[in-house]
């Protein structure tokens, strides 16, 4: 098995995981592991200092494209959780997309508007459309939820904090036409680390 990977190898982050698989250990369920990991990651949302300004740009050549960077903090080394920051700039969205897995984000810096898609059949419905402003966060617990998109309302970019439990970024998920409700093959990638030990096929998932 791959080892840990501390990207950003810093006491807090550190910490953070720590108090994080803590939580996950003594839950027995998801929802119980996101209510007992709350106010560690509204902490971690109110602390200007964790996050280094490198993590906050944007980035030219992405897997999400629009100059959005998906920046790894953190990965489990066998895939169990990951902890990275998605810098979205000003005006640019991301695909609609889905997770394929549980866990928190909140919003670190700027603000965002996010759609909130459900799947009807062949079809996606907007279900929800939701402002999000610095501090902001919720838990993600598919299917509920799972499939959305978040643009840039502020004129800074926007800067959200994910904490959930596969190798995002490595992982094979979705993208999906709105429209027509086309889904295909989605794996963003991160800008700051390869994939050689994740990305697991969307049936092992
Ligand atoms: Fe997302």
């Not at 906050?56 to 920051?85: H, K, N, P, T, V």
């Not at 979705?174 to 889904?183: F, I, L, R, T, V």
Request: negative net charge; aromatic residues 8%; contains cysteine.
């Amino acid at each position: 098995m791959a080892r840990d990977e501390f990207v950003l190898d810093t006491p807090a982050v550190h910490a953070f995981v720590l108090d994080v698989c803590a939580a996950i250990e003594g839950a027995v369920s998801s929802s119980e592991a996101c209510e007992a990991i709350r106010p560690r990651f509204a902490a971690l949302l109110a602390d200007p200092q964790w996050l280094p300004a490198r993590y906050q740009e944007a980035a030219a050549e992405s897997g999400m494209g629009g100059g959005i960077g998906q920046w790894l903090l953190y990965r489990a080394g066998d895939g169990s959780l990951s902890l990275f920051s998605l810098v979205v700039p000003p005006q640019a969205q991301t695909p609609v997309h889905d997770h394929l897995a549980w866990g928190l984000v909140g919003l670190y810096r700027g603000t965002q508007e996010e759609d909130v898609y459900a799947k009807r059949g062949d079809t996606l419905e907007l279900v929800e459309r939701r402002t999000l402003r610095p501090g902001d966060f919720y838990a993600l617990i598919p299917p509920r939820d799972d499939i959305h998109r978040v643009r840039t309302t502020s004129p800074v970019t926007s800067v959200s904090i994910h904490l959930l439990t596969n190798d995002t970024g490595c992982v094979w998920r979705h993208a999906y036409d709105p429209e027509s409700g086309e889904e295909k093959p989605f794996r963003s990638g991160y800008v700051n680390a390869s994939c050689k030990h994740g990305g697991r096929r969307e049936s092992d998932i």
